[in-house]
């Protein structure tokens, strides 16, 4: 086992630790217009129901289509469009269509108006359950309505980012600990 040496870490640099859940796609609709933003800072905030926390900057064209309509989904890509995704984050819906310029295909969902991106591997279909949090957190709480996944491949190889244009790709499964694990941790 190894004793790490440690230096004072500035407190903004916490997260890129804290971050590397999946990035995803957030898809929003509203007044006829659709658009797609990139996001990294989102939590699992409990499953029954099924609540995502989202950290939506104002400044995003995404903001006011996901605060007024109250509706998004939540798309996991994987890295087959790891350059979209990036690509989606560095413009905005003021300026463009997204869905026309990285070419991606938007499918009608189940409960929403947003539209799902039929190149993910999954789907979440999204309702706001809280919004207030927004006003001083830009803290958005979402309760999956509807969840569309592929079974295959059974673990996407999808993406993560560890800040300074560093991504890291999911892949390098093991078991090994899982006879350590209780299952009640789901
Ligand atoms: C890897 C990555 C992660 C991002 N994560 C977030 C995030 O968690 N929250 C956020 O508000 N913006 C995030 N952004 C920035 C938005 O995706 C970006 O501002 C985007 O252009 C907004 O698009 P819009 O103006 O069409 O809404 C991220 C961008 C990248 C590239």
Known sequence: MHRYEKRNLPVDKVRRFLEPGPIVLVSSKWKGATNIMTMGWHMVMGFEPSLIGC?????????EMLRTSKECVINIPTEDIAAKV???GNSSGRDIDKFKKF?????????VKAPLIAECYANFECRLADSSLINRYSLFVWEVVKAHAASSPRYPRTIHYRGDGVFMLSDGNTSRYRRLFKSQNL
Do not use: C, D, M, Q
């Open 55 to 63: 950290y939506i900057w104002e400044e995003n064209h995404s903001f």
């Open 86 to 88: 990036v690509g989606i």
């Open 103 to 111: 070419r991606l295909t938007a499918a009608p969902g189940k409960k």
